[in-house]
């Protein structure tokens, strides 16, 4: 019965997210370099008659115990549009020591109408990384920085291996050069996206992000490759 709860909740989070009327923005937990898409819901119906504003926001969560822990003041979407977070209030008011924190979808059980949290106090909530909002032209740069030292990573590699090619015999030469030549093309590729993405502005930034992500596994994948 728990697992049909969270299944239909976490349904009713992913209708809301493509159905909702929303102010995006870029959100990012402090401490960390990850960001998300924000969108504060403003959906006024779901199916079955479900709306994320009744149903989520404003809903104080609980845990296991009957215990408050928090409530959900706002909703993390993510670009392919699943609800991936809760935005949870955990103390104090608007401006007045109010202690917001992300908490992973999965995390929250849907169990007899009220938010679960199994094992959560309200001091372990109010313990967590506090979240906050920032502007977009930040989160792109902070995204070209953290992609260009990847990138850099891969650059570094190659270096390494075509050290390792000096000295190697004529047999694993061959495998090195093959090794080198994938890591060429990988950072060349990725080097070209981060161009796109960098002459986008901050506008149309998003519209290269999923691009110059994919290139940066690809680097990241050869790598191991090559240290297998």
């Given at each position: 019965m728990k697992n049909q709860h969270s299944h239909h909740f976490l349904a009713v989070l992913a209708l809301a997210a493509v159905l909702a009327s929303a102010a995006t923005a870029r959100a990012q937990i402090a401490g960390s370099t990850t960001t998300m898409d924000v969108k504060t819901s403003q959906t006024t119906s779901a199916a079955l008659g479900w709306s994320a504003k009744k149903s989520l926001i404003g809903k104080f969560i609980f845990n296991d115990t009957g215990g408050k822990v928090g409530r959900v003041d706002d909703l993390i979407i993510s670009p392919d549009k699943n609800v991936t977070y809760a935005i949870v209030?955990?103390?104090?008011?608007?401006?007045?020591?109010?202690?917001?924190?992300a908490i992973p979808i999965r995390e929250i059980n849907e169990i007899s109408g009220k938010l679960i949290i199994m094992g959560a106090t309200k001091q372990s909530v109010k313990d967590m990384p506090a979240f906050t909002y920032t502007n977009e032209a930040m989160v792109r740069e902070q995204f070209l920085a953290d992609a260009g030292k990847e990138i850099s990573k891969g650059k570094a590699?190659?270096?390494?291996l075509e050290k390792k090619y000096d000295l190697a015999s004529s047999d694993a030469k061959v495998n090195i050069q093959m090794h080198i030549n994938r890591m060429h093309t990988e950072i060349k590729s990725a080097d070209e996206k981060m161009n796109e993405m960098r002459h986008s502005g901050v506008k149309n930034w998003?519209?290269?992000?999923?691009g110059v992500v994919a290139a940066i596994d690809r680097i990241k994948k050869s790598m191991a490759l090559s240290e297998g």
């Open positions: 209030s955990a103390g104090g008011f608007v401006g007045i020591g109010q202690h917001d924190v590699a190659v270096s390494e998003r519209d290269f992000e999923a």
